[in-house]
């Protein structure tokens, strides 16, 4: 079945301790993301990546960073988190046919 | 920079009604607009994708347009049902270099039995 996987699906963590997000497809899609999204202020863009060492940052990239060492896998990084970042965390990729965006089932992240 | 507003930010409706969500968006340069579905905690489920040369996409009960000179997308639900019942995001792809998706915040829709 094709699909966006990412793992965990729920953290609870504290102030400062590292944490990494994982996010994986089975479409061989070239093109991953990763967006945030909050009441109020919808989804917004954390980073993408065009391919196989090639990301960049969105509009939010402030406090995470990403690595895109294999194609299928694009993991998010918080190094440092704070109780800002709390929030519900996803990861797409998209076809490069029609430019379809695929969404993975979510990670909800409290940091307290 | 592209944005993407949606009205009304929430809709009630009896079930059996047919309905139309509202997309705009400022940028006329996109190379696709899709159509999410997202129930309450969960992911986004692609519902349409609309090419920006085309005027129309349909499944199901689901019908989506797209005017790109207006800047405006309608997504018509027919004979909604209460399972219809989500959050339904726009999304727009603007292309020459951004490689992003805007997203607009949402209608919540609730189908009323």
């Known amino acids: 079945e094709a699909q966006v996987t990412q793992n965990p699906r729920y953290l609870i963590t504290v102030t400062g301790k590292k944490l990494t997000v994982t996010c994986s497809q089975n479409m061989n899609h070239e093109y991953m993301s990763w967006y945030r999204q909050d009441p109020g202020l919808g989804l917004r863009q954390i980073y993408y990546?065009?391919?196989?060492?090639?990301?960049d940052k969105g509009d939010v990239p402030e406090g995470y960073k990403v690595s895109r060492k294999e194609k299928r896998n694009f993991p998010l990084i918080l190094e440092s988190p704070s109780p800002n970042q709390t929030s519900l965390y996803f990861c797409?990729?998209?076809?490069?046919?029609?430019?379809?965006?695929?969404f993975g089932p979510g990670t909800r992240l409290t940091v307290l | 920079k592209q944005e993407v507003t949606q009205i009304p930010a929430a809709l009630s409706v009896p079930e059996g009604e047919n309905l139309v969500l509202n997309c705009s968006f400022t940028d006329s340069a996109i190379y696709n607009l899709q159509w999410f579905r997202q129930d309450p905690g969960k992911g986004l489920t692609s519902l349409l994708l609309i090419q920006s040369s085309q005027r129309e996409q349909t499944s199901g009960r689901l019908n989506a347009s797209l005017d790109k000179s207006s800047g405006r997308s309608t997504l018509y639900i027919a004979a909604s049902q209460p399972g219809d019942s989500a959050t339904y995001l726009c999304a727009v792809y603007s292309g020459a270099g951004s490689y992003q998706l805007t997203f607009g915040k949402g209608t919540k829709l609730s189908v009323i039995p």
């Open positions: 797409a990729s998209r076809t490069g046919a029609t430019n379809e965006q695929f």
């Open positions: 990546s065009m391919n196989v060492e090639v990301t």
